[in-house]
Nanobody, 125 residues
């Protein structure tokens, strides 16, 4: 599967942004999808994931309550809605996918096999 992330941009602190991850292929509903981000000089960080059916999600404490991921399998697209953005959310955001069992949502980079190219989110203070 090939992934294309989009929707990044410049936003003021406290603002919102929605990222999209469009996938190729006809079996997208067999894949769990995760979102990661990488700020300059820092390691890539998991910020959310959704299971193949879209009924289960998982978020780390750093974004819980502010970030929400959802998916539309008919459109082969996963979304990351981000609210109350902070300057420390500034990073390149990536989506990733892996063929998974129904309830599985990997939370580490190694748990994913396919990666999008990343989209830059910049939050100004």
């Amino acid at each position: 599967v090939q992934l294309q992330a989009s929707g990044g941009g410049l936003v003021q602190a406290g603002g919102s942004l929605r990222l999209s991850c469009a996938a190729s292929g006809r079996t997208f509903d067999s894949y769990a999808v995760g979102w990661f981000r990488q700020a300059p000089g820092k390691e890539r960080e998991f910020v959310g994931g959704i299971n193949r059916a879209g009924r289960m999600t998982y978020y780390p404490d750093s974004v819980k309550g502010r970030f929400t991921t959802s998916r539309d399998n008919a459109k082969n697209t996963v979304y990351l809605q981000m609210h109350n953005l902070r300057p420390k959310d500034t990073a390149v955001y990536y989506c990733a996918a892996v063929r998974a069992i129904l309830s599985h949502i990997p939370t580490t980079e190694g748990g994913y096999h396919y990666w999008g190219q990343g989209t830059l989110v910049t939050v100004s203070s």
